[in-house]
């Protein structure tokens, strides 16, 4: 899902992808329920064997199994990326039951070119956005990384990883986390170097679903901020916000055989 505060789009859109099955679903010989249809960006879903009409949902853009990364950023991330550089906030976040394919969506293969997903592109897409402006504007690039763990906000990128931090509102800036760690970025190398470290300290665990399954909610937070002088001397200050999130896996408890910590984590 994907939203903007330009007044000239949606504030809000959201785009389904539907995953190729894995080798053990192959392995059970299960039976494909979903089809899409690109052109009218409508998902029809079927029970096998069964008399019941198909039903219908209709989103704002639709991508099957065959999709490649680079589509689904082109056409999905490009514009809000774009309008976050030009001074605007947006969120990014992918929803779905573990193993579904919010991590290879968001993040993918990142040694391979084609196979990178939403994030990596997008930090491609921000410095070589910057390295390709005019003389005229200056960047300043920070990023911050919080985890929501059992209802508690931790600061990914701090000394204190068990330190729970504050929620604030306030008149002039709104909603912020108070004392959290913002670190100055200068190149794709410093940001992508940034994420892996903050993503080391998250936590995750075996479920039934998935060996290696998110059990909290994070949020990677880039803040652009440009400073253009213009013709007569005066200088234009804009500053945008993108917000990169990885939600844990929505499906019901009883799917994953979560126990204590596991159960926990998902209430």
């Known amino acids: 899902s994907t939203s903007m505060s ?15 099955m894995n080798q053990k679903e192959k392995m059970k010989t299960c039976q494909t329920v979903i089809e899409i249809d690109r052109r009218l960006n409508q998902v029809y879903l079927k029970k096998p064997k069964s ?14 199994p065959d999709s ?3 589509e689904v950023y082109d ?12 001074g605007y906030n ?12 919010k991590t290879y969506t968001m993040v993918g293969e990142k040694d391979v070119n084609e196979l990178k997903g939403v994030i990596p ?25 919080l985890e929501i763990y059992k209802e508690g906000i931790h600061d990914l990128l701090g000394n204190d990883l068990e330190k729970k931090l504050e929620l604030k509102e306030d008149p002039n800036k709104g909603v912020f986390i108070k004392d959290i760690t913002t670190i100055i970025v200068k190149n794709f190398q410093d940001i992508d170097k940034t994420m ?12 039934a679903m998935n060996k290696d399954s998110s059990r909290s909610h994070c949020i990677f937070t880039i803040y652009i901020e440009t400073s253009e002088t213009k013709e007569d001397g005066s200088e234009r200050i804009r500053a945008g916000k ?9 499906e019901r408890q009883s799917k994953t055989h979560a126990t204590g910590d596991r159960l926990a984590e998902a209430n």
């Open 6 to 20: 330009k007044s000239s789009s949606e504030c809000v859109k959201v785009m389904i992808r539907v995953r190729p």
């Open 51 to 64: 008399k019941e009409p198909m039903k219908t949902f209709a989103y704002d853009a639709v991508y099957g």
């Open 68 to 70: 490649t990364q680079r």
């Open 75 to 86: 056409e999905t991330a490009f514009p809000l990326v774009e309008s976050v550089i030009e």
């Open 90 to 101: 947006g969120t990014i976040f992918a929803y779905g039951q573990t193993g579904c394919g």
């Open 121 to 145: 592109n997008a930090f491609t897409h921000i410095f070589g956005s910057i390295d390709s402006s005019s003389g005229s504007k200056k960047f300043l690039v920070r990023c911050s990384y």
């Open 196 to 207: 892996n470290r903050g993503a080391s300290n998250r936590h995750t665990a075996e479920t």
């Open 242 to 250: 993108l917000n990169l999130v990885d939600l844990a896996g929505s």
